[in-house]
């Protein structure tokens, strides 16, 4: 294997990890404040439509942005109301959250647009385009460092950018701000945040407002940046391996880049070598394309009991009177 071809594949990844690490580190913000949220697919998918549905119709890839954060954050805003105003079970409201983004797309596709719930293809300012960054060209033809920096690091959407730079972000805002001391002690002992005057509600629905952005940014990414619209079920369970990394991450967001870089590499590696032959066996190209998934249960049944996830989350906060 040339360095050109790892270099193929090591991009393949980055692009298909973006929406797993921003969709991992919104799971990171609500569950740090004690909100459980497996909806995150159902966010994603919900976003992913309404950002490439408002592309279509405007032509316009921001207002798409836009609309995928938009439609993130209204399901954010309904598990909030469930989970946090109202005191209900935090997985099954996402797991109603996952339902209703799953059939309310394909309707709302299917009544717009009438493709049996796809959008139309995205073409030119509908979509997101290659970022090429400062002298990509000019130190393309160096050996080794010039094919990393101009085909591995240079040439993405503006979107992978911005997750890579909310790791950074969200590791000085959890753990060198006041904020961040504050969320993540609504997490393990809410009383306490309460007694010292701070609204564990209001934070607790800060944290799923920055979920909300995050997941929207993710599915927007999915619909306009890694594919060219929408069409049913894209996400493809992206969500549930986006917990799974951050049950493996530990919930610590440099954690979270590592673990969705590997999922993104093992996808990346199913796309570009469909089956492979060890010489006694050949391994088929169904299981190739399951190894991201296969990998999501591994880390569930491994990590599960060992992971440690805040000491409050999944349960509702009762403010003693």
């Known amino acids: ?71 993130s954050l209204m399901l954010s805003l309904v598990h909030g109301l469930a989970s946090i ?3 209900g079970n935090q997985l099954i409201s996402g797991v109603a959250i996952n339902f209703l983004a799953s059939g309310l797309t394909v309707l709302l596709g299917q009544k717009i647009f009438a493709l049996g ?18 002298f990509a060209e000019t130190l393309e033809p160096v050996p080794v460092i010039g094919p990393i920096y101009a085909d591995l690091i240079s040439g993405h ?46 934070l607790r629905y800060v ?35 986006a917990l799974a990394a951050l049950i493996f991450a530990k919930w610590r967001p440099w954690g979270a880049l590592f673990a969705t870089f590997l999922f993104g590499l093992l996808e990346a590696i199913a796309g570009r070598f469909p089956s492979i032959d060890l010489g006694i066996i050949t391994v088929p190209s169904m299981f190739m394309n399951a190894l991201p998934y296969i990998l999501t249960v591994i880390i569930l049944a491994g990590f599960v009991g060992r992971a440690i996830p805040p000491r409050a989350g999944g349960e509702p906060y009762v403010k003693e009177r």
């Open 207 to 241: 944290a799923i407002g920055i979920c909300g952005v995050l997941c929207g940014l993710a599915g927007a990414y999915l619909a306009t940046g890694l594919g060219a619209g929408f069409v049913k079920e894209m996400t493809a369970g992206r969500g549930f391996i």
């Open 157 to 202: 959407s503006i979107l992978v950018y911005v997750a890579f730079l909310c790791v950074p972000l969200t590791w000085w805002l959890l753990f060198r701000t006041r904020f961040g001391l504050r969320l993540r002690a609504v997490g393990e002992n809410p009383a306490s945040v309460d007694t010292a005057g701070v609204s564990v509600t209001r």
């Open 85 to 87: 105003t109202f005191r």
């Open 1 to 71: 294997m040339d360095i050109n071809t790892i270099i193929q594949i090591l991009d393949s990844a980055v692009r298909l990890m973006t929406p797993l690490l921003l969709a991992c580190l919104a799971g990171l913000y609500s569950e740090r404040s004690g909100v459980f949220d497996i909806g995150l697919e159902g966010k994603m998918l919900m976003a992913a439509f309404s950002a490439a549905a408002v592309a279509a119709l405007t032509g316009s890839v921001w207002l798409g942005l836009l609309a995928g954060i938009a439609g």
């Open 117 to 134: 719930g796809r959008t139309p293809s995205l073409t030119g300012g509908g979509r997101f385009g290659a970022i090429r960054l400062p």
